[in-house]
């Protein structure tokens, strides 16, 4: 792969994690007040939606630095070396951090759609999961495939 299509997706990367920064500046705490408002009966539901989203925040950049890591090796050209496998497996534990997060946090989702007529947190939670646990599938079957690729490569290399 040369370094247009790496540089390319790196800018891809970067992109993709500045609308979650202004969503966690501008919208997560307008969503904890509005859980809070909902709610003043329960001191504790704006701090704990904003724990939630906030926590589901930091696996999503790490994962993001992974993949940044990712396409640095690749540059380098060691996307054949235990770095990228373990690099994949940093994106897939991350993945499955967001869904759990998002599913721990799913009772809050569901006591602030009772109290609004379209209940679009709801299905806005199980896209994020789902989507969440379909990226940890596919860095583990990447992860898997490269693990063997470099079996047969280091193999390979003791025969010769």
Do not use: H, W
Not at 88 to 101: F, G, M, W
């Amino acid at each position: 792969m040369n370094r247009g299509t790496t540089f390319f997706l790196k800018m891809a990367v970067i992109l993709i994690g500045i609308p979650i920064l202004a969503l966690c500046i501008f919208l997560v705490p307008k969503i904890g007040n509005f859980a809070g408002e909902l709610y003043p009966d329960i001191a504790y539901m704006k701090s704990l939606v904003l724990i939630d989203m906030y926590a589901a925040a930091v696996p999503f950049y790490f994962a993001l630095y992974q993949a940044f890591k990712l396409l640095s090796y690749i540059d380098k050209n060691q996307s054949f070396s235990e770095l990228s496998v373990k690099a994949l497996k940093n994106i897939k534990y991350c993945a499955i951090a967001i869904s759990t997060l998002y599913l721990l946090g799913m009772p809050l989702y569901y006591l602030m759609a009772e109290k609004i007529d379209p209940p679009s947190f709801i299905p806005i939670g199980l896209t994020i999961i789902f989507a969440s646990m379909v990226i940890a599938v596919f860095a583990a079957v990447l992860q898997s495939l490269l693990q063997e690729a470099i079996n047969i490569k280091s193999e390979n290399d003791l025969t010769i």
